[in-house]
């Protein structure tokens, strides 16, 4: 089973706390050492897209 796997409901928000978006994403039925592996996969993927935005946006601003 994957994080995918896991039912959520985009429109609700999350009442166990355990959500990065403040959304529920299914992350309640976890137990604690599947809960910090999916927080940091969430973390890894959307800090580095994160970062690589950044550096996209600044590197596409016109400095002439």
Not at 7 to 19: A, H, I, K, L, W
Not at 26 to 46: P, Q
Request: glycine share 4%; net charge negative; with cysteine.
């Amino acid at each position: 089973m994957n994080a995918r796997d896991i039912s959520f409901d985009t429109e609700t928000e999350c009442s166990c706390g355990r959500s990065p978006t403040g959304l529920c994403v299914g992350w309640h039925s976890l137990d604690n050492d599947r809960y910090k592996a999916e927080l940091k996969k969430w973390v890894s993927i959307h800090f580095i897209n994160e970062d690589l935005i950044k550096t996209v946006k600044e590197d596409s601003v016109d400095t002439a």
